[in-house]
C-alpha cells in the first residue's frame, strides 16, 4: 500500500459524535421506508390508515423528518473538506481524490439501491457533491451566502407552487366551487399514487433477484432522479456544511455561549414551525398534495433551522460526553457510519422484505418504533470493539482502497 494511504489524519472525534446521532435519527425516519412503499414516508395513511399510525408519524415529523438529514448532509460538506485537506497535505491533489471518492460512491449508491432499497442516498450525495467541490476553495463566508441564497430561493418558488396546489386541492376535497382542471389534476394524481403503491408493493413482497428485475424494469433511473428532486436542498447543505467547517463550528472554534443561541434559536423557532405544519396537516386528516408540498417543500426552513440547533446542541454535549461509554459510542457509529447505514439496510430489508421475513405484508406501520432500538443498538454494538484493531469501517476500507486504488507516490500531485 502506498505511503499516501498509509498516513493518517487526526480525527475529529466531534464529528464523528454528531454524524453518530444524525445516523441515529435518520433511521427513525428510513424505517418507515424499509417497511412500506416509496410514498409512505409522505402520509400516515399511505398505502393505508392504520390504528397507531397517525401518531407515531407526527413524532417522528416534528423530532425527525428532514433534520437529521439535513445534519448530515451538513456534515457531508465537512468531511469532503476534511479529506481534501487530508490529500493536499500528502502529496495528492485534493479535489482530483474527491471527485474519484465520489465516482465509487456513485457506483456503491447505485448497487445499493438496486440490490437492495430505493431510498438510497448515496448516489444523490455523490453527484451533488460533485458539483460542491467545483467551490470548495472558497472561503467560509462565501460557501454559507451561496448555500443559503441557492437553499433559499429555490424552496421559496417551490412553495408558491405547493401552497397553490394545496388550495386547489382543498376547494376539491371541501366540495367547494372547484375548477375542472383542479378536479382532473387531483383524480390524475390519486391515479399515480395507486400505480406507485401497487409497483413498490410488488418489488416489496418479491423474491430478492425477481425485486432486481422489477427495479430495472419499473425505475431503473430512480437514483438520478431522486437527484433531481433534491438537488436544491442537497447542494446548498454541503456547502453551507463546508462554511460552517471553515468558519470552525465542528472544530470546537465556536463559543459555547454562541452555540447556545444557535441551539436554542434553531430549534425554538423552528420546531415551532414544525408544530404548526403537524398540528394542521393532522387537523385536516393528511390530504395527499398537501403532505407532499408539506414534506418537500414548505418544511425545508424548519429543516434547516433544527438541523443547525442540533449540530449546536450536540457540539455543547460533546465535551460532557466524550468520555462517556454512549458519547464514545456514538462517535464510533459516527466513524463509521458508512458501513452502519449499508448494514442498516441489509438488516432492514431481511427483516422486511419478501426475500427475508416479509414483516412488511403484515405488520401494521404503528409497530415501527419497536424496531429502532433494534437498529439503534445494531449500530452502536460493533464498532467500538472493531476499532481497536482497524482505523476504519469494512465498508469505509474498502471506499478508501478504492479511491486511493493506482496513486503510488505521495508526491505525485495529479494535476
Known amino acids: 500500500m502506498s505511503s499516501i494511504v498509509k498516513a493518517r489524519q487526526p480525527r475529529i472525534a466531534a464529528i464523528d459524535f454528531v454524524r453518530g446521532v444524525a445516523l441515529l435519527g435518520i433511521l427513525t425516519i428510513n424505517v418507515t421506508g424499509f417497511w412500506g412503499p416509496t410514498l409512505a414516508g409522505f402520509s400516515p395513511h399511505l398505502p393505508r390508515a392504520e390504528p397507531g399510525g397517525?401518531?407515531?408519524?407526527?413524532?417522528?415529523?416534528?423530532?425527525?423528518?428532514?433534520?437529521?438529514?439535513?445534519?448530515?448532509t451538513l456534515l457531508f460538506g465537512a468531511s469532503m473538506l476534511l479529506f481534501i485537506d487530508a490529500a493536499d497535505g500528502r502529496g495528492a491533489w485534493g479535489p482530483g481524490m474527491q471527485a474519484r471518492r465520489l465516482g465509487w460512491l456513485l457506483l456503491f449508491g447505485y448497487a445499493h439501491y438496486l440490490l437492495l432499497w430505493w431510498g438510497d442516498i448515496l448516489?444523490?450525495?455523490?453527484?451533488?457533491?460533485?458539483?460542491?467541490?467545483?467551490?470548495?476553495?472558497?472561503?467560509?463566508?462565501?460557501?454559507?451566502s451561496m448555500g443559503l441564497m441557492l437553499f433559499g430561493l429555490s424552496h421559496g418558488l417551490d412553495a408558491i407552487g405547493a401552497v397553490q396546489g394545496i388550495i386547489a386541492e382543498h376547494a376539491v376535497l371541501t366540495g367547494a366551487l372547484a375548477l375542472p382542471t383542479d378536479r382532473a389534476d387531483e383524480a390524475a394524481m390519486m391515479a399515480r399514487i395507486a400505480r406507485s403503491l401497487a409497483e413498490d408493493h410488488a418489488i416489496l413482497i418479491a423474491?430478492?433477484?425477481?425485486?432486481?428485475?422489477?427495479?430495472?424494469?419499473t425505475a431503473p433511473w430512480l437514483p438520478l432522479q431522486t437527484t433531481g428532486a433534491t438537488f436544491t436542498e442537497t447542494l446548498p447543505l454541503m456547502l453551507i456544511g463546508?462554511?460552517?467547517?471553515?468558519?470552525?463550528?465542528?472544530?470546537?472554534?465556536?463559543?459555547?455561549?454562541?452555540?447556545?443561541?444557535?441551539?436554542?434559536?434553531?430549534?425554538?423557532?423552528?420546531?415551532?414551525?414544525?408544530?404548526?405544519?403537524?398540528?394542521?396537516?393532522?387537523?385536516?386528516?393528511?390530504?395527499?398534495?398537501?403532505?407532499?408540498?408539506?414534506?418537500?417543500?414548505?418544511?425545508?426552513?424548519?429543516?434547516?433551522?433544527?438541523?443547525?440547533?442540533?449540530?449546536?446542541?450536540?457540539?455543547?454535549c460533546w465535551p460532557l460526553v466524550c468520555h462517556t461509554r454512549i458519547g464514545l459510542a456514538l462517535a464510533a457509529?459516527?466513524?463509521?457510519?458508512?458501513?452502519?447505514y449499508l448494514g442498516t439496510t441489509i438488516v432492514m430489508t431481511a427483516l422486511f422484505s419478501g426475500w427475508g421475513l416479509g414483516l412488511a405484508a403484515w405488520l401494521p406501520r404503528g409497530y415501527l418504533p419497536l424496531f429502532i432500538p433494534l437498529g439503534w443498538l445494531a449500530m452502536?454494538?460493533?464498532?467500538?470493539?472493531?476499532?481497536?484493531?482497524?482505523?476504519?469501517?469494512?465498508?469505509?476500507?474498502?471506499?478508501r482502497r478504492?479511491?486511493?486504488?493506482?496513486?503510488?507516490?505521495?508526491?505525485?500531485?495529479?494535476r
Open 333 to 340: 457509529a459516527g466513524r463509521t457510519a458508512f458501513t452502519n
Open 123 to 144: 448516489f444523490p450525495y455523490a453527484l451533488c457533491g460533485l458539483a460542491a467541490l467545483l467551490l470548495c476553495r472558497m472561503p467560509a463566508a462565501m460557501l454559507i
Open 380 to 399: 452502536l454494538a460493533w464498532p467500538q470493539r472493531w476499532l481497536t484493531t482497524h482505523a476504519q469501517g469494512p465498508f469505509e476500507m474498502v471506499w
Open 54 to 72: 397517525d401518531a407515531w408519524f407526527l413524532i417522528a415529523f416534528v423530532l425527525f423528518e428532514g433534520k437529521m438529514r439535513a445534519l448530515f
Open 402 to 414: 478504492l479511491t486511493w486504488l493506482g496513486v503510488k507516490d505521495a508526491k505525485i500531485t495529479a
Open 242 to 316: 463546508m462554511g460552517l467547517h471553515r468558519a470552525g463550528l465542528w472544530t470546537g472554534a465556536w463559543r459555547r455561549r454562541t452555540l447556545a443561541w444557535m441551539a436554542g434559536l434553531g430549534i425554538g423557532l423552528g420546531g415551532a414551525m414544525t408544530m404548526a405544519l403537524a398540528w394542521w396537516i393532522a387537523a385536516r386528516d393528511f390530504p395527499p398534495r398537501a403532505m407532499f408540498g408539506v414534506i418537500q417543500t414548505l418544511t425545508a426552513l424548519p429543516h434547516l433551522m433544527m438541523a443547525l440547533g442540533y449540530g449546536a446542541a450536540l457540539m455543547l
Open 207 to 217: 423474491p430478492f433477484f425477481a425485486a432486481i428485475r422489477l427495479r430495472l424494469a
